[in-house]
Every structure is written in structure tokens, then in C-alpha cells.
């Protein structure tokens, strides 16, 4: 948890008003909002707030025994948005998966995997199977930004698919690690694949039209 006061107490001994300390980055809306009602800005907004209180996230951050495992998924975040795979992966692997009890924790864990599978190790399969394992827990259901986000990360191992017949080999193949796929992920893998190929095909014809349009 972000200790917000903490961050108060920084501007405030560097003389900085709102107005000008947030000029340039945000609106005083924003930081006004996040001061006054705990509402966090985008990390990428938090980050450049705090560059100019030249201190970094992880110094407003209050983490004890219990909220260590949620500030390292947390800096890997921060990490994926700055594409650092290499420093995400010392973050997870720096995290015992089987002491995760928060079930935010576990979702938040599989997502970064599946994230660290796909850009890192370019293993489109273990990524699947990262997502899918979000979508098919019960927990997704309770934490519906993670299901959003697993869907999200489904699709661009579906675009990096080339077409519908290379997705069901993918999806039938054996690994050393992942057996089989269920026949449930196997069914929606082939479902979001033909709706990325159609919805392929509907932007093609788009641009085509509107080229003959213009012309």
C-alpha cells in the first residue's frame, strides 16, 4: 500500500504547491484526487511524480512481513510497463508461488508469468497456459481485472498466431512441462482465434474500402 502521506510530507518540505509540482505530468485534478482520496494515478504518472521528488516508488511504499510478495509483483509491473522482462523475471523468481495466500497475489503472479512467457522466453504455449489458468480459476471471477487482463494477454499470443490451423497444433501438441491441454482451453483457443482472423479480414476489407472510397 502506497503511503500517501508520506508523499505529502516530501512535497510539502520541498516548498512545491500542488500546481507546480504536478505541472507537466498531470493535472492538479489528478493529484489532488490521488493526496485527498487515495485514488492512485497510472504508474507511469506515479513514477514521474516521484522522480521529482527524487525518491523512487518503493520509498512511499509500507510493506511489511505480510505485503513483501505484493510490492515485488508490484515493482514488476512497473517493470512491464518500462519492457525490463530480464528484471521481471529476477522479481518472480524471487517469489516462492507455493507461499501465495492472497488470492490477488496468485492471479497478479500468473499474469506476470504468462507476460514474462510471451516477451522473454517467446514460449506461446507456456504463456496459454499461464492466461488460461487465470480463466479457468474460480478466483478470476472475484478479481475481474486479472480475467480481463488473462483475455488481453490470450489475444496477442492469438495475433502472434499466423492463422487458425498453426493455433490447433499449438494447442494439441505435448510439452515435457504441460501434458495436454484441457479440451475447455482447446475450445476457447480455436474460438479466439477464428474471431481474430475474422475480425482480420473485416479490417483488410475496411482498408480497402476506404482506399477506393478516397480515390
Same mark, same amino acid.
Given at each position: 500500500?502506497?503511503?500517501?502521506?508520506?508523499?505529502?510530507?516530501?512535497?510539502?518540505?520541498?516548498?512545491?504547491?500542488?500546481?507546480?509540482?504536478?505541472?507537466?505530468?498531470?493535472?492538479?485534478?489528478?493529484?489532488?484526487?490521488?493526496?485527498?482520496?487515495?485514488?492512485?494515478?497510472?504508474?507511469?504518472?506515479?513514477?514521474?511524480?516521484?522522480?521529482?521528488?527524487?525518491?523512487?516508488?518503493?520509498?512511499?511504499?509500507?510493506?511489511?512481513?505480510?505485503?513483501?510478495?505484493?510490492?515485488?509483483?508490484?515493482?514488476?509491473?512497473?517493470?512491464?510497463?518500462?519492457?525490463?522482462?530480464?528484471?521481471?523475471?529476477?522479481?518472480?523468481?524471487?517469489? !516462492?508461488?507455493?507461499?501465495? /495466500? #492472497?488470492?490477488? &497475489?496468485? $492471479?497478479?503472479? =500468473?499474469?506476470?508469468?504468462?507476460?514474462?512467457?510471451?516477451?522473454?522466453?517467446?514460449?506461446?504455449?507456456?504463456?496459454?497456459?499461464?492466461?488460461?489458468?487465470?480463466?479457468?480459476?474460480?478466483?478470476?471471477?472475484?478479481?475481474?481485472?486479472?480475467?480481463?487482463?488473462?483475455?488481453?494477454?490470450?489475444?496477442?499470443?492469438?495475433?502472434?498466431?499466423?492463422?487458425?490451423?498453426?493455433?490447433?497444433?499449438?494447442?494439441?501438441?505435448?510439452?515435457?512441462?504441460?501434458?495436454?491441454?484441457?479440451?475447455?482451453?482447446?475450445?476457447?483457443?480455436?474460438?479466439?482465434?477464428?474471431?481474430?482472423?475474422?475480425?482480420? !479480414?473485416?479490417?483488410?476489407? /475496411? #482498408?480497402?474500402? &476506404?482506399? $477506393?472510397?478516397? =480515390?
Amino acid at each position: 500500500m502506497i503511503n500517501i502521506n508520506k508523499f505529502i510530507s516530501i512535497r510539502k518540505k520541498l516548498g512545491l504547491s500542488q500546481t507546480e509540482f504536478c505541472n507537466g505530468i498531470c493535472t492538479q485534478s489528478t493529484l489532488s484526487k490521488f493526496e485527498n482520496n487515495g485514488r492512485i494515478p497510472s504508474l507511469k504518472i506515479l513514477n514521474s511524480l516521484c522522480d521529482r521528488l527524487n525518491i523512487n516508488v518503493a520509498d512511499i511504499m509500507d510493506v511489511d512481513s505480510n505485503k513483501k510478495t505484493s510490492h515485488k509483483l508490484f515493482e514488476a509491473d512497473f517493470a512491464v510497463i518500462q519492457l525490463d522482462f530480464p528484471k521481471v523475471a529476477q522479481l518472480l523468481a524471487s517469489i !516462492n508461488k507455493e507461499g501465495l /495466500t #492472497r488470492q490477488e &497475489d496468485i $492471479l497478479h503472479y =500468473y499474469y506476470l508469468r504468462g507476460l514474462l512467457a510471451l516477451n522473454l522466453d517467446h514460449a506461446e504455449t507456456d504463456a496459454l497456459y499461464y492466461f488460461n489458468t487465470i480463466l479457468d480459476a474460480h478466483l478470476s471471477k472475484q478479481n475481474k481485472i486479472y480475467h480481463l487482463l488473462a483475455l488481453k494477454g490470450c489475444s496477442q499470443v492469438y495475433d502472434l498466431q499466423n492463422d487458425v490451423e498453426k493455433a490447433a497444433i499449438t494447442m494439441t501438441s505435448f510439452s515435457l512441462q504441460y501434458p495436454m491441454f484441457s479440451l475447455k482451453m482447446k475450445i476457447r483457443y480455436y474460438n479466439f482465434s477464428l474471431f481474430c482472423v475474422t475480425a482480420g !479480414n473485416f479490417m483488410v476489407e /475496411t #482498408r480497402i474500402m &476506404d482506399n $477506393l472510397t478516397n =480515390y
